[in-house]
């Protein structure tokens, strides 16, 4: 044990001592809350601008008063007494969508695929619907027919209830990718510096002539390169829940969207993060012993930073964890933790994700202490 803690202090030393170490820990986190304020601010406008914006719609027809009571204020309409005028000024953009009047059938011309062509079709069906029921409403009225029995049997309401939002589930899920990725090249970094580093240095076989065995020295660099990677993981949640507290409280888009943040999921959170850092310090220890250079093991760990951003892409995908993605480390730290900040506690889940990553760093442990008694991988 204490040669153990004798090369835990070791390694940190050189960690503490070397900048781009530090500034691998400390700084990146700090694109969390940049970049959820960032986005944050990005959504609000998106949704702004969506309320105050107007399309412009073209038809071949004259609206009646009744009919233009009944448009939505997000529509202008423009007369053409042409329908070729109506397809030039709909290719030229002049124009979002178009509609043709053939006695009582209206044709709707547009872009469904397109963000502004979408809304302008809901928009334009409400205002036909609503044209609709006016126009039957008239007809029951002039035939002397009770409206209310027609319209009014049944009365609903309609209560908000907080809870998911999009914008919410996006912002939550990027600030734990970010925290993830931080975690994840902090371990790349020391894992690279603590083996290819010392075997280009030439200090890795001084430190074998000392009296202690191959397995302590793999643990205590295990042990140093898990630390900063917990430093990094205490630092970024920190920011993290400032940061969703911050943009909880400063923009409108978020007023209905509950952050389930209390001691109960920021344990939960921390406790699955930790096991994610015992796991990833392992792979990264594992990549990196078969390499001889810093630059060669630089090279060999990057696409392991790449995989972290894979589960947010599955997130946003709708993709379900359930089943063998349960089992993937990364994948199912990830969507776990955005399952217990948007409030859905799966406790099979959270053991599947407990019990697998236990039983990878086990193994990890096992395979890097074998590489570590290899003449061929330590000295080649």
Do not use: W
Not at 81 to 97: E, G, L, M, W
Not at 103 to 117: F, L, M
Not at 144 to 172: A, D
Not at 207 to 222: A, D, H, M, N, Q
């Amino acid at each position: 044990m204490n040669n153990i803690i004798v090369t835990l202090k070791k390694e940190l030393k050189l960690i503490i001592r070397d900048k781009k170490s530090l500034l691998m820990m400390a700084l990146t986190p700090l694109f969390i809350p940049i970049f959820v304020i960032l986005m944050s601010y990005i959504y609000e406008e998106i949704t702004t601008n969506n309320e105050d914006k107007k399309y412009v719609v073209g038809v071949n027809y004259s609206l009646s008063n009744i009919e233009k009571e009944l448009l939505s204020k997000e529509l202008d309409i423009i007369y053409y007494d042409n329908i070729d005028n109506i397809k030039k000024d709909y290719d030229k953009k002049k124009i979002i969508s178009y509609i043709i009047k053939d006695n009582n059938n209206y044709n709707i011309y547009t872009n469904t695929q397109s963000e502004d062509g979408s809304m302008a079709i809901s928009y334009i069906v409400s205002y036909l619907d609503n044209y609709n029921n006016y126009l039957g409403q008239s007809y029951l009225i002039d035939n002397n027919i009770n409206l209310n029995k027609v319209y009014n049997n049944i009365n609903y309401n309609i209560n908000e209830i907080k809870g998911e939002s999009v914008f919410g589930n996006q912002i939550i899920l990027m600030a734990i990718t970010f925290i993830i990725m931080s975690i994840t090249l902090s371990s790349i970094y020391t894992s690279t510096d603590t083996t290819a580093g010392e075997k280009e240095r030439g200090t890795l076989e001084t430190i074998l002539t000392f009296p202690i065995s191959r397995k302590e020295l793999v643990l205590g660099k295990y042990l140093a390169i898990s630390m900063s990677g917990l430093i990094t993981l205490i630092i970024g949640i920190l920011l993290s829940l400032i940061s969703l507290y911050y943009v909880k409280n400063t923009f409108t888009i978020y007023d209905n969207v509950i952050f389930n943040i209390n001691i109960k999921t920021i344990t939960l959170i921390v406790l699955i993060l930790i096991f994610y850092t015992f796991f990833i310090s392992g792979i990264c220890i594992t990549i990196a012993s078969f390499t001889k250079t810093f630059k060669e093991a630089q090279s060999a760990l990057t696409p392991i930073s790449l995989i972290t951003c894979v589960p947010m892409f599955l997130e946003l995908l709708n993709i379900n964890i359930n089943g063998a993605l349960a089992f993937i480390p990364i994948i199912n730290h990830t969507i776990v933790v955005n399952e217990i900040l948007t409030g859905t506690i799966n406790i099979n889940s959270i053991i599947i994700t407990i019990i697998s990553s236990i039983i990878y760093i086990i193994l990890l442990m096992i395979f890097i202490n074998k590489m570590y008694k290899s003449e061929k991988i330590l000295f080649s």
